[in-house]
């Protein structure tokens, strides 16, 4: 439920998937009048649900039960607000900085190395648990297999894909500049591929990263400027 909200008057985004047991704050998006939770982790401020805004390449996956609960899927290009024309796709982009994108006025793309942020929080926060259930601390308790997921940050990650076997999420910097960096817990490089994280059902370590091909649409979860 909503605090500071009337959902007869905005567009209340399904909170069915959060952990009950956080405060969570809420986030008005005047956009389109979409209210969302926000849970804070650490010095971060997060998003505790997909984005559901919709532009004009944006869609839902087919075969689940709507946009209100799972957000909406965009393209790399769409999610970090680049043209094709300016980033086409075979092409490297390195974007450095903030990048609001599709977030909403004073949120952004989270950045890798802002995820990489979020990594390390989650490890000084729950220690004993982080080596083996880093991805449980943050994947819902719905949708996933049970048993699977603890959600005790709130993020409240869920799985989209149409097997329901996978979560994954953009992140705005496009291109690394080096390959090799010790943080990578999977990655390959090539000028096709931009950068992703991404949560799987059977998979308790901390959540992949991985490259996408730009125009494959997936999730974008926004976090405080």
Request: proline content about 3%.
């Amino acid at each position: 439920s909503y605090k500071n909200y009337d959902c007869t008057q905005y567009k209340c985004v399904s909170t069915i998937y959060l952990n009950p047991d956080i405060d969570y704050g809420e986030f008005l998006d005047v956009r389109d009048s979409q209210v969302y939770k926000t849970v804070q982790i650490g010095n971060q401020t997060w998003m505790a649900q997909n984005l559901n805004f919709e532009t004009e390449s944006s869609s839902y996956t087919d075969g689940l039960d709507s946009s209100e609960i799972h957000g909406r899927v965009y393209t790399w290009n769409d999610a970090v607000g680049l043209r094709m024309e300016d980033c086409p796709k075979d092409s490297v982009c390195f974007l450095k900085g903030t990048i609001q994108g599709v977030c909403p006025e004073g949120w952004h793309v989270p950045s890798f190395d802002e995820f990489h942020i979020l990594k390390n929080t989650v490890t000084e926060l729950y220690d004993s648990k982080h080596d083996l259930w880093g991805s449980r601390l943050l994947k819902s308790q719905y949708g996933w297999n049970e048993g699977y997921s603890t959600n005790e940050t709130g993020l409240s990650i869920i799985p989209t894909n149409k097997r329901k076997t996978e979560g994954a999420l953009w992140l705005s910097d496009g291109h690394l500049t080096g390959y090799d960096d010790e943080r990578f817990h999977y990655l390959f490089y090539s000028a096709k591929y931009v950068l992703s994280v991404k949560f799987e059902r059977n998979w308790d370590e901390f959540p992949r990263f991985v490259e996408r091909e730009k125009n494959q649409q997936i999730n974008v979860r926004c976090l405080k400027d």
